[in-house]
């Protein structure tokens, strides 16, 4: 699932009692979980690795999220993968890896994205997952930028990285056109992405993995809020799961201190009592 056809094509599937398979427990599997889900779905998903999102969200936040899709029905097989599906012309169960049969009448396939860059390779631009640029956007030909998915950028230390959010893609986007107008300014991401499952909204901020310690603030309305800090207490992460406005309010608190280098300290940042505004504001006055 890609795009909004895509969409529109799965739409008719999704009917109260119909039995989906997802392949894939990606953000994008899972989201479409929900979906299936709130429309009256038996849903299962497959997922190769041992947990659900692993390559976006860190352990203890997926944990969360896949204990919430089961506490709504949806059943997960994990360290599974697809190895057949049949039919009679349209797709009845999907065949496993182990030789689980799983009966089903549609099947949505969320696994495999990768950057269309046929125009860039037609080009004789370098590719390097995805088309490589350096630090300005700038692809192996000084007249021509890229920015986005399908863009693999050089860090200021460390491999080439490629993103796949909203975020990176608009500030890529921004920068490459600012870049191409004689600007030149080096690409330095600021992560922060989103994904809406059923009525709860997840957001990772900054840093999430590498992390020398992670600090926990639940919040009374069951938000789980959490801290990724390095060895000196600082935060180089937040990430999130729960109302959309105890999430957004939370993470946006912690880019405040993460970018203006405040550390709470853990039983600050572990208390939900404990207001964290003034000692953003403080710092900017
Ligand atoms: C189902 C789904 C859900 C997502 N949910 C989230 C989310 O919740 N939060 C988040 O942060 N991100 C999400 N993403 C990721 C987000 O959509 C992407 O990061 C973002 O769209 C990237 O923007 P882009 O402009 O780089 O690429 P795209 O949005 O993919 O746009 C590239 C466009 O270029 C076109 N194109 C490609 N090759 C050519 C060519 N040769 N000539 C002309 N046109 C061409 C493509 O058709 C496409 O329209 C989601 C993605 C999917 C698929």
């Not at 299936?36 to 690795?49: D, F, L, W």
């Amino acid at each position: 699932m890609r795009s909004a056809d895509d969409a529109a094509r799965i739409f008719p599937y999704l009917r109260p009692g119909a039995e989906i398979v997802i392949v894939g427990g990606g953000l994008i599997g899972l989201e479409a979980a929900a979906s299936a889900t709130v429309r009256g779905c038996k849903v299962t998903v497959v997922e190769a690795g041992p947990r659900p999102m692993m390559r976006a969200v860190p352990a203890e936040l997926s944990h969360e999220v896949r204990l919430f899709h089961e506490s709504k029905d949806v059943r997960f097989v994990l360290g599974r993968q697809v190895s057949e599906l049949e039919g009679d012309g349209r797709v009845r169960c999907v065949r496993l890896d182990d030789g689980t049969v799983l009966p089903c009448t549609a099947v949505v396939i969320s696994v495999g994205v990768s950057p269309r860059t046929a125009l860039a390779e037609a080009a004789g631009l370098e590719i390097d997952n995805g088309i490589a640029v350096d630090r300005f956007l700038r692809t192996s030909d000084p007249f021509i930028y890229a920015a986005g998915d399908a863009c693999a950028f050089e860090q200021v230390s460390g491999p080439r990285m490629r993103l796949e959010c909203w975020k990176n893609a608009e500030d890529q986007g921004t920068l490459a056109g600012r870049n191409m107008l004689g600007s030149d300014e080096a690409y330095v991401p600021l992560p922060w992405m989103w994904s809406d499952q059923f009525d709860r909204t997840m957001q990772i901020a900054g840093q999430a993995g590498g992390s020398a310690e992670d600090v926990r603030r639940r919040c009374p309305d069951g938000t789980l809020l959490i801290y990724h800090l390095d060895k000196d207490q600082m935060i180089l992460g937040i990430s999130g799961f729960g109302s959309i406005r105890e999430v957004s309010r939370g993470v946006r608190m912690g880019q405040l201190l993460m970018e203006r280098g405040i550390r709470p300290g853990r039983k600050a940042l572990a208390d939900p009592e404990f207001d964290l505004r003034p000692l953003a504001k403080a710092a900017v006055a």
